[in-house]
């Protein structure tokens, strides 16, 4: 991949430090736009410090910075709202996203909160009806008392959203796959709808992460992440980020996102730039593990029903696989009879599965999303939505998947 340039623009890049121009050779001639993923995922956003050829970017741990003059700055004023290391975060995740613009918010709830806010107060929004609870928490609880009226329908036929858009309709809120039921929403139907009737479109994109699925690329306004999950990838940093091509509402959320201030510190920053250096990896061995776990698990006795939309019976399958590059390391199942007390004793007798909330870290993850992290959906909703009491979540991560395999099977015993 190194190049090699003419000594003609050698001098054009002269002028620059030492470390910028050998950065400016390697990549002479590959412009990001072009970079496959996982060159993007080490090297996208980021350059070697300019006093010491540092490779790492550096966590710039400072409040505020010394300005020229009055109102003249070199970009970076106040902390709050521009630090250098989230700076070379947000590149490099519109750069894995195809995005123009990225924001960076101490959470993924922090993230989803400052797209509401982008609405007022009789604006309708219209979600799917299986989503991560925390969402549906503050959907429910934080925003609707404020007059903003949310709508959850099955998304599983994008068709299904026209006859809920009215004169008051505002936005289209989508997570797939979903949490925790792994439905499979048709990113490209539901963002042509959108576009139609003039409305944003978000996806929450935490299950696939993007080097499984673009909802930019398919016609979505916004692409929503917890950081915290595959981007970060460690399970030690708690971030969110939305992602967009409009200048104009990136313009809206980054006033939103410094005027009220849930931005992430520069130590979590760079700890997601170390997290995305290994993203096309890790992702690979999730999407491999998650498939043989998967079949395992279908061919179980003790195993009702299995959500994972890699199965050729999965709903919307083939959508899946038109807009997904694979299908991840997300599972949930149910067990025959539906005893919480059998899903309670299964996920407490894990021992390479831990059982945690989240997802998406190098360590699998056992759950059960009717007490952990969908409690605070109503039981008539959550049961409605396939959230029943014996359903169990899985996490798939990178461990030997004999050790998956077998952890499960003695679980189950």
């Known amino acids: 991949m190194c190049a090699i340039i003419s000594e003609t623009k050698v001098r054009e890049v002269g002028s620059l430090q030492p470390a910028l121009t050998v950065f400016f050779i390697y990549f002479c001639g590959l412009t990001i736009s072009y970079m496959q993923f996982g060159t993007k995922a080490i090297h996208a956003g980021q350059e070697p410090d300019p006093t010491t050829g540092a490779i790492m970017t550096p966590i710039y741990q400072t409040s505020t910075y010394v300005q020229e003059s009055p109102g003249k700055n070199k970009g970076y004023a106040y902390a709050r709202g521009k630090n250098p290391t989230r700076t070379a975060l947000e590149k490099c995740i519109s750069a894995l996203e195809n995005a123009k613009h990225t924001l960076c918010f101490s959470s993924g709830m922090g993230a989803s909160d400052a797209v509401i806010k982008l609405l007022r107060p009789g604006d309708e929004v219209i979600c ?15 925003f609707a ?79 929503m992440h917890s950081v915290t999950k595959y981007l970060g990838g460690h399970s030690d940093v708690v971030m969110g980020s939305l992602s967009m091509n409009s200048d104009s509402l990136h313009e809206q959320l980054a006033f939103i996102h410094n005027s009220c201030g849930a931005v992430p510190g520069p130590m979590d920053s760079f700890l997601v730039l170390r997290g995305l250096k290994t993203l096309h990896v890790r992702m690979q061995r999730h999407c491999e593990n998650g ?6 698990l279908k061919t179980h006795p003790k195993i009702d029903k299995i959500y994972w939309p890699g199965f050729t019976d999965h709903p919307n399958h083939a959508i899946a696989k038109k807009q997904m590059k694979d299908f991840g390391g997300m599972i949930s199942f149910t067990l025959k009879g539906n005893s919480m007390d059998e899903a309670f004793a299964m996920a407490s007798h894990t021992k ?15 759950g059960h999303p009717a007490s ?23 996490s798939v991560g990178i461990e030997d998947i004999n050790d998956l395999v077998e952890d499960l099977k003695q679980a189950m015993e």
């Not at 299986?130 to 609880?141: A, E, I, S, V």
């Not at 498939?291 to 395992?296: G, L, R, T, W, Y």
């Open 291 to 296: 498939k043989i776990i998967a079949h395992f």
């Open 128 to 142: 799917a009806d299986d989503l991560y609870g925390g969402t549906y928490r503050m959907f429910t609880k934080i």
């Open 145 to 223: 008392p404020f007059g903003i009226v949310f709508h959850f329908i099955d998304m599983s036929d994008a068709s299904g959203i026209v006859p809920v858009i009215n004169a008051k309709t505002r936005m289209i809120w989508v997570e797939t796959p979903t949490n925790p039921t792994m439905k499979i929403i048709d990113i490209a139907a539901c963002a042509a709808i959108s576009k139609k009737h003039k409305l944003t479109m978000v996806v929450d994109n935490t299950f696939a992460s993007p080097y499984l699925q673009n909802p930019l690329n398919l016609g979505a306004d916004i692409s």
């Open 352 to 366: 390479v599965f831990s059982l945690a909330e989240s997802l998406g870290g190098v360590e699998s993850l056992i």
């Open 372 to 394: 952990m992290t969908h409690a605070s959906i109503p039981r008539e909703v959550r049961e409605a939505n396939g959230v029943v009491d014996s359903l169990i979540r899985l």
